[in-house]
Nanobody
Framework: QVQLVESGGGLVQAGGSLRLSCAAS????????MGWFRQAPGKEREFVAA????????YYTDSVKGRFTISRDNAKDTVDLQMNSLKPEDTDVYYC???????????????????WGQGTQVTVSS
């Protein structure tokens, strides 16, 4: 079992930045691939970014490439999402997730994850 707790969400103006953090506890964090997803009310959860178990591989959805950066610290059991140049369309609830898949394109799919955090709201005003 892995418990995940997100933090760092909030309200920011377009063009601004936010840094989301996810703290993990439970089983060995370093053995899991980690991802960030987002979801708007009434819509399906969508992939944002993922990172392999040792951090050597990262994956991004096209709409955030060049603006968002995912990173992890296996010594601290945390995974972060640095979000720059935010746009109103980035407004969503953001979720951290843990996958038993260590590295693979499967990290880009919701069904690849076994554990989820409770989510943190990100609101970007125009």
């Amino acid at each position: 079992q892995v418990q995940l707790v997100e933090s760092g969400g909030g309200l920011v103006q377009a063009g601004g930045s936010l840094r989301l953090s996810c703290a993990a506890s439970g089983r060995t964090f370093s053995s899991y691939g980690m991802g960030w997803f987002r979801q708007a009310p009434g819509k399906e959860r969508e992939f944002v970014a993922a990172i392999s178990w040792r951090g050597a591989n990262t994956y991004y959805t096209d709409s955030v490439k060049g603006r968002f950066t995912i990173s992890r610290d296996n010594a601290k059991d945390t995974v972060d999402l640095q979000m720059n140049s935010l746009k109103p369309e980035d407004t969503d609830v953001y979720y951290c997730a843990a996958s038993p898949v260590r590295y693979s394109d499967s990290l880009m799919r919701v069904r690849g994850y076994d554990y989820w955090g409770q989510g943190t709201q990100v609101t970007v005003s125009s």
